[in-house]
């Protein structure tokens, strides 16, 4: 049997502004107060409706920018807030997982359709400096979601061409360059960097050629 999702209100209201917010305060008033499907809610109604008010009257004193005001108007918001999720939690358990019912209470439905994992942008090297001696410090580019990151590097084979072995490190993040060391001063090398993600690896980069000192 499929497995259903349950019905759950959006309650990212924080980076709202106070008008999208009371827009959602009012909605959820209207739908909820003496619907049959939410006989007893958890918060009281009519203070509730009073605080939207009072809400609404601070929002428009506030234009003018008084710190009192401004101050008054971010408590209310902040209790009205709990009573908010208090009344959306109480629709979520009562409208028994049927949307019609949910939808006229006035809250609105949090999505339930997942992003499915995209493979991660190509890595890349963007320079290798040097460090101490026998050590080259290799910047990658940081990609998102990535988990790992994998150095593979050699020295660059007379006439060039691919290297036949290839020596392989392991990062966990590409923020700051990694040390690679233990080279031998004098030495062109050749380094390829890849990430892994939810996905797999990448392909390996484009190769970047280095001197050793």
Known sequence: MAQVNPITPIFGYQKLTDEQFLARLTAAYSGTNGNPAYPNP????????????????????????????????????????????????????MCKNDMPTFLSSGFQPASTTRTPAQPLPPASILKIDHGNSGQLLVTMKSLPRARSYDVRYAPVPAGGGTPATWTTETFASAKLAVPIDGLTPGTNYVFQVRAFGKLGYTDWSESFTRIAA
Do not use: C, H, N
């Open 42 to 93: 958890p918060v009281d109604m009519a203070a509730f409706k009073v605080d939207i008010d009072a809400y609404s009257g601070l929002i428009t004193q506030a234009l003018d920018g008084g710190k009192k005001v401004t101050s008054e108007k971010k408590k209310k918001r902040e209790a009205l807030s709990k009573e908010y999720r208090q009344l959306g939690r109480y629709v979520e358990i």
